[in-house]
């Protein structure tokens, strides 16, 4: 494990209407799909008392993408990213009873509509040119900055913690010499 120093960069998002809805969109089913992994895991187990692997979850994502449409609207990758939190979620937790980590950790838990929602987005899922930020099935996004940034991101993360300001932030982290992009937004509410 190579020691590196992590820098975080903040600036300000606008998304269009249309981007907004797209984005409550990957939310929505980054949150179903989290939360479908995980019932499949617990009933798994609790109907035979057997763990379920990484693959086996990612397996049962491909099963429920071929089987509702409407998953196929959002980004592939990002569901998959959703599919690999779980799975860090669950190493954390079992490292945690077995001693491996210095805090307790909770069992993962179902996400709701209500608290912080976020999707992510992988190297090849999204591109960042001339202050452009463009997600796929999300489009272009300009950002404002509050400082220079130099680098590319290496993953971005969009999440929406729950209020109704209407404001769009946007984080970059540098670890390792790779940017790695967190955009928070939060939905805006008629005036």
Not at 95 to 120: E, H, I, T, Y
Not at 176 to 182: A, D, K, L, T
Request: net charge positive.
């Amino acid at each position: 494990m190579s020691n590196s120093t992590k820098h975080g960069v903040k600036g300000r998002v606008y998304l269009t209407p249309e981007q907004v809805l797209l984005a409550a969109r990957q939310f929505g089913c980054a949150r179903f799909v989290y939360n479908h992994l995980l019932n499949f895991s617990q009933t798994r187990y609790s109907h035979n008392q057997t763990k379920t692997s990484p693959a086996q979850r990612s397996l049962e994502l491909t099963r429920i993408k071929t089987a509702l449409p409407w998953l196929r609207e959002v980004s592939a990758p990002s569901l998959q990213q959703t599919g690999r939190a779980l799975d860090t979620a669950y190493r954390n937790w079992f490292d945690s009873l077995m001693g491996k980590r210095p805090d307790k950790v909770k069992p993962p838990r179902f996400k709701k509509k209500s608290n912080r929602q976020s999707a992510r987005f992988t190297r090849n899922s999204f591109r960042f040119k001339n202050g452009v930020l463009r997600l796929s099935k999300i489009g272009a996004i300009p950002i404002v900055w509050r400082r220079r940034v130099s680098g590319e991101p290496s993953s971005v993360e969009k999440s929406k913690p729950f209020s109704r300001r209407g404001r769009f932030t946007n984080g970059w982290l540098n670890q390792n010499g790779q940017w790695v992009c967190i955009v928070s937004q939060s939905t805006m509410i008629a005036r």
